[in-house]
């Protein structure tokens, strides 16, 4: 980690760029991963989607960077709004001494509503698990990546730039954050950190999870003491 002055800053490095694999069985204990059920370090909450009061979709956890073991659990809902960061529609949870964000609500669950992908027809939800990897990026996708934050920092100081970076890989953790809309950023005091961010996915066809992020990207954020985090998604 390193310091940084505000959430669109690099904080954690070195960037990572994360791929998944299938678990041939369920994946326990303090691990990164996707769908599944959490495995919770302290007593479970699982939230509950504001507009609807049901339990929300376990996405899966991401251990936190720093000495001490902490995982960020992250849960969406089906209704509309999960792009918000605090409407209630999504969920990034800390623990163990974590704080819940203000606008989340939950029940004392421990299991739950999965990550899932499509299955024999559109409607069929088949629940998925998948481990979590980290790889470092190849050279060339480094020096695209760079081109991409320079023109996303001009966008937000509303300076021209010409040239974009090709970035094939926009699900990883640490950097900086590659937004669709960079001139429109998430509302973010400089009291909060980028940690990692997430494609979508229809979840049909070869995409093992569906994700609905409007064709766009998730984007999760950790406060300084890194007791609390918030979730939006941006797409074109």
């Known amino acids: 980690m390193t310091s940084a002055d505000g959430p669109f ?29 959490p495995h919770w370090l302290a007593e479970p909450l699982w939230p509950v989607s504001r507009s609807s009061a049901e339990p929300m979709t376990f996405v899966g956890q991401f251990p ?10 992250l ?11 605090d409407g209630g529609e999504n969920a990034l949870l800390v623990q163990p001494d974590g704080r819940v964000p203000p606008f989340v609500t ?7 509503p999965a990550l899932w992908r499509r299955g024999a027809d559109w409607f069929q939800r088949v629940p998925v698990e998948l481990h979590l990897d980290l790889r470092e990026p190849a ?11 320079a023109y996303q920092e001009a966008a937000r100081r509303g300076e021209p730039v010409d040239e974009r970076g090709d970035v094939d890989c926009r699900s990883y953790a ?10 429109t950023p998430p509302e973010l005091d400089a009291s909060w950190r980028f940690f990692f961010q997430l494609d979508g996915a229809e979840g049909a066809d070869d995409d093992p999870f569906a994700l609905n992020f409007g ?20 797409c074109v």
């Open 9 to 37: 800053s690099r904080w954690l490095t070195p960037r990572r760029e994360m791929s998944w694999r299938p678990a041939t069985e369920p994946v326990t204990g303090p691990v990164a991963k996707l769908g599944g059920q």
């Open 64 to 73: 936190l960077p720093g000495p001490e073991l902490a995982l960020a659990y």
């Open 75 to 85: 849960f969406v809902s089906d209704e509309d709004g999960t792009y918000d960061l």
């Open 106 to 112: 939950g029940v004392p669950r421990r299991t739950g």
């Open 139 to 149: 050279e060339p996708a480094v020096q695209e990546f760079e081109r991409e934050v």
């Open 174 to 183: 640490g950097g900086e954050p590659l937004f669709w809309q960079p001139w």
């Open 215 to 234: 064709g766009g990207t998730g984007y999760a954020f950790l406060s300084v003491d890194r007791r609390e985090g918030r979730f939006c998604w941006d």
